[in-house]
RNA sequence: GGUCGUUUAGCUCAGCUGGUUAGAGCGCUGCAUUCACAUUGCAGAGGUCAGUGGUUCGAGUCCACUAACGACCACCA
């Protein structure tokens, strides 16, 4: 005994000390692990938190979740590595700095100019991450920080340039005039999946052009319709069907325009007045129509939300303005028909919220259906969607894989250039018309690099190679280095929200660089909530800090709070009281360990690993075969993502087995058995990934070597332990009895089992039944099997603990379980003579049917022998 | 409009391919406690598994429909 233990289990005393001792020990850092060359790898990157602010508990718990995966895997023999990092989260992070900026002197980013304002985003860069970095050491996460990478820094740049390069040589990044979401406010444009709807009301105007214009349509955007250039109806509309093919040439509100009269299904025919006025340059929808009509695309609205010039009196005018006057004008004229409201769904930037204006625009695009010369021919797309469907890609749970297939089939070019100042730049050069890509300016006057920088997802979609080398480590199609060792990864573990923002394009970008899956398995977890269900978020003050969580009950409790009673894909609840109730557990483990720990003697620490000959008594093969079913249900567990269910059997074996029973009978005996020791360190080592602090802390009392790295061999399979059970009850029945004051005088009480099984001492059981005064024993071997093996008197009080069986009990008992089965059996029966059944079934259903019916067999002639005996 | 999820004890949730008496934690009730642990122990109460119908020898589990709640996607010009 190295150190004693201290009452109860002070996390804050430990968790800094220790966290150092791994740190210090180099294992987080599989290259130091000195494992055999063919040890297999077990790769983990860390989905890199945005620096945009401190981690919450959602993060906690991708942390826990991780840790969780990447330490049992250390502790069985796998390379294992985990990487670290954090993302720039390009706009994210420019939108706070400039509210920052604005709230503390009033300035905007242009006031500052693009390097002050880019020092100033630098600075808070620097301080939140140090901040994260800080509060992921805390959860006991073990990351090798020796990798520890950032999406912005060196590398990642040298990698992006790279990436941008070879996509654009394939062919596959271009540069090209498209609608996209523009953000007045960001000035800037979104992908897709960055704009969010908001419902709200909204006002649909119907009204005609002119007064003999034939038709009318509705809107709720007038002032975009001084850019119509054409006019869609469905081509099953009867009413407007003769139309179709006409040019018209009219007069809206004093400015020209000419129409053409198209057929489109996507016209609905029931909205409005079925007729659609085609806007190509501010409406997604209509530019698709315009293209395939060839019609003329005319720009109304510039990015800054303002009519441009040319429109007579709208110019200079913002879009609400512009509105405003030409619905007045509409009812001057008397050509409005209809003024009505309507729900209506408002594209938002998800990031500022305000309105977003659909605009065309000169931008940057990355084509999905490009043929990819290394994908033999394939797009991406074609590549990401194969590696779902073939299931090379596994997802958790396995609902998810039929939305990324969904998202991807319906898939369009993904725009990567921003009109921001925070990201990476893109290495393209211009000079009046000409346009270069390369990574240097080309020779001679007058280029100037492309203002733009890239979408954050471009960066974070390389994530799993380029934090492992690439393109260093990846040439003429060879991998070497860390990529050839670690990549494809096994798991990627993030959270469901996220699939189709960053999953999508890491599978993609990963088969566009390598030709090769990102990562084996994606285990999606599900958002924490707060105690009443609802998100979490700032504006509602319900987040949770988990340093101060962490303060409070320690870290293990923290992770096993969110570890426990959460499934893969959905959302769970948060509350303090589930934190409690982990730290009171954690703090059980620690007097269970001071219980087998104290006064113990350093032979009784060099105990030979097979154990099994020191199980003496019943309990002792009892305990030990217990230990044997839960190691399995824990590792296999835990290699089928089901945490929960591994913690579940390990908090049932640690509490109610070992601490309620084998503890209790422990304590009758005169000398420790070694198999306490023994069991404490299985229980140590198959906690550990859940609580790495207590158990280390323990370990570290009594053991020289570290926790983490300890590997343990499968726990002796123990077989015939299982009648202790029986004593349980029995001793169970006793206690009740007492309780309930049904011992009387005098009276006898039959009760305990310990029968044939004398080596469970009488003793013992009486003590346990809470007897300590007056035991009497019989010898066992003088008493018949019915009769009482120890007779316990208690004042006035005589209780007997049975030698045997009650046999009318265990009868009543057996008869009853026979009958169950003759059901079972008798149903299943009928199933397997059924012709069409056996006839139609595959062959493995028919197999487990059959095992099934083999199984309740055996039980029964089991049961029939019993009932003979 | 489309897709998906959830509904099991007072609360938070497990329950894998249908199979013997539906589980856990917390809470609640009663009792105990100088003994590793009151961050404790023992015992107990509490569920027609959202509803209806179907498949089956057998349904919490599979199918259909309904209801409530939730998420996501698309979009109405």
């Not at 004008?329 to 998800?350: F, H, P, T």
């Not at 602090?693 to 053991?703: M, R």
Request: proline share 4%; net charge negative; hydrophobic share 40%.
């Amino acid at each position: 005994m190295k150190n004693e233990l201290a009452k109860t289990y002070d996390s804050s005393l430990f968790e800094d000390s220790i966290y150092t001792k791994w740190e210090k020990s180099g294992f987080f850092n599989p290259d130091l692990s000195n494992l055999p060359d063919d040890a297999p790898s077990y790769t983990v990157i860390l989905p890199p938190p945005n620096i945009t602010a401190k981690l919450h508990i959602g993060h906690s718990a991708m942390l826990a979740i991780e840790d969780l995966m990447v330490r049992f895997h250390r502790q069985n023999g796998y390379r294992t590595l985990w990487v670290p990092g954090t993302d720039h989260a390009a706009i994210a992070t420019q939108n706070m700095v400039e509210k920052k900026l604005m709230a503390e002197t009033g300035k905007t980013r242009h006031d500052l100019g693009h390097e002050a304002f880019l020092r100033e985003v630098d600075t808070f860069v620097e301080n939140t991450q140090a901040t994260i970095l800080k509060q992921t050491r805390k959860m006991g996460a073990s990351l090798d920080w020796s990798r520890l990478a950032f999406t912005l820094d060196d590398k990642r740049q040298k990698a992006v340039k790279r990436m941008f390069l070879d996509m654009h040589r394939e062919g596959v990044i271009y540069r090209g005039e498209r609608i996209v979401n523009w953000c007045p406010r960001c000035q800037s444009t979104l992908a897709d999946d960055e704009v969010e709807h908001k419902e709200q009301k909204a006002k649909l105007y119907t009204f005609k052009y002119s007064a003999d214009f034939p038709i009318a349509i509705s809107t709720t955007r007038p002032e975009t319709k001084l850019g119509d250039t054409g006019l869609a109806i469905n081509p099953k509309d009867e009413r407007y069907i003769k139309y179709i093919g006409e040019d018209i040439e009219t007069d809206f509100c004093g400015l020209k325009l000419k129409i053409k009269v198209i057929g489109d299904r996507k016209v609905e025919m029931d909205f409005g007045t079925g007729a659609l006025g085609v806007t190509p340059a501010h409406s997604a929808l209509d530019w698709q129509m315009a293209e395939a009509e060839n019609l003329t695309k005319i720009k109304v609205i510039d990015e800054t939300g303002i009519i441009r010039d040319s429109f007579g009196e709208f110019s200079g005018l913002s879009t609400l303005e512009a509105r405003e006057k030409i619905v007045d004008r509409l009812n001057a004229d008397g050509l409005m028909i209809k003024e009505e409201e309507i729900e209506n769904n408002l594209s938002c930037c998800y990031r500022c919220g305000s309105v977003i204006e659909p605009l065309p625009s000169l931008q940057w695009f990355i084509s999905v259906d490009a043929p990819v010369a290394r994908l033999n021919g394939r797009s991406m797309k074609e590549a990401a969607l194969e590696a779902a469907k073939k299931k090379d890609i596994k997802f958790l749970p396995d609902r998810f894989e039929k939305r990324f297939v969904d998202w991807m089939e319906n898939l369009y070019d993904w725009c990567i250039s921003r009109q921001i100042w925070f990201g990476h730049s893109i290495p393209a050069w211009y000079r009046g018309d000409e346009t270069y890509v390369g990574e240097f300016a080309p020779e001679g006057e007058g280029w100037i690099q492309d203002a733009d920088t890239l979408d954050t997802w471009f960066s974070s979609g390389m994530w799993t190679f380029s934090t492992l080398g690439w393109p260093d480590t990846f040439e003429n199609d060879i991998k070497s280095g860390d990529l050839a060792r670690f990549h494809p990864t096994q798991v990627l573990e993030t959270g469901y929200e996220i699939l189709t923002l960053w999953v999508s394009r890491m599978v993609m970008m990963s088969m566009f660089a390598l030709g090769e899956i990102p990562f084996e398995h994606v285990y999606l977890h599900g958002t924490i909530l707060d105690a009443k269900g609802k998100k979490m978020s700032k504006s509602k003050g319900n987040g949770v800090d988990p340093l101060e969580v962490i303060e409070k009950y320690g870290a293990d409790a923290v992770r096993l709070s969110l570890l426990m009673g959460a499934t893969p894909g959905n959302d769970a609840r948060y509350s303090e009281e589930k934190v409690e109730s982990k730290r009171n557990f954690i703090n059980k483990l620690w007097n269970i360990s001071r219980f087998i720990l104290a006064d113990l003697k350093d032979e009784d620490l060099n105990q030979s690993l097979d154990i099994t000959p020191t199980a003496k008594t019943l309990a002792d093969r009892w305990i030990l075969q217990e230990l044997g079913t839960t190691r399995k249900t824990v590792d296999e567990s835990i290699r089928n993502f089901e945490f929960a269910a591994a913690a579940d059997s390990l908090h049932d074996f640690t509490w109610n087995k070992l601490a309620d029973w084998y503890l209790e009978v422990a304590k009758i005996e005169k000398e420790k058995s070694p198999i306490l020791i023994y069991i404490l360190k299985n229980v140590l080592v198959m906690w550990h990934p859940f609580i790495p602090y207590v158990t280390e802390a323990l370990w570290e009392s009594f053991n020289d070597d570290i926790l983490m790295m300890k590997q343990w061999p499968a726990a002796p399979e123990v077989t015939d332990g299982a009648d202790f059970v029986i004593i349980q009850e029995a001793i169970t029945g006793i206690r009740n009895a007492r309780s309930e004051n049904k011992i009387e005088p005098a009276r006898k009480v039959k009760a305990v089992v310990v029968g044939n099984k004398a080596e469970f001492l009488v003793g013992q059981a009486a003590l346990l039944c809470g007897l300590r005064t007056g035991v009497e024993t019989i010898d066992l071997a003088e008493a018949a099997p019915s009769e009482a093996a120890i007779r316990v008197v208690l004042g006035e009080t005589e209780i007997y603990l049975l030698g045997a069986v009650d046999p009318e009990k265990e009868k009543a008992r057996l008869t009853k379980e026979k009958e169950n089965l003759e059901k079972l059996i008798a149903g299943l029966s009928v199933r397997l003579q059924n012709q069409e059944f056996v006839s139609r079934a595959p062959a493995h259903i028919l197999k487990v049917e059959q095992d099934k019916l083999a199984r309740y067999q055996s039980e029964l002639a089991n049961i029939n022998d019993a009932l003979k005996a």
